[in-house]
């Protein structure tokens, strides 16, 4: 089951958690092309930071209902 992520007025679906500890280098920097990586891997939209985990997310578009 895909677990949903309410943030600024905005759903989300969390494709993945990774560790802030684990895409960074030992001076705390950022491993970007690793980082970017993943974002292209599990194909998310959207990535947020919480408590040290990046969260990896696709946006859930909001329904277009058309008359028929």
Avoid: H, P
Wanted: with cysteine; charged share 30%.
């Amino acid at each position: 089951m895909k677990q949903l992520f309410q943030y600024g007025g905005e759903f989300y679906v969390i494709l993945r958690e990774i560790k802030v500890s684990t895409l960074s280098n030992r001076d705390g920097s950022l491993k970007g092309e690793l980082f970017n990586a993943w974002k292209d891997f599990l194909g998310a939209d959207k990535v947020l930071k919480k408590d040290g985990i990046f969260v990896f997310c696709e946006t859930v578009q909001e329904a277009n209902w058309e008359d028929v």
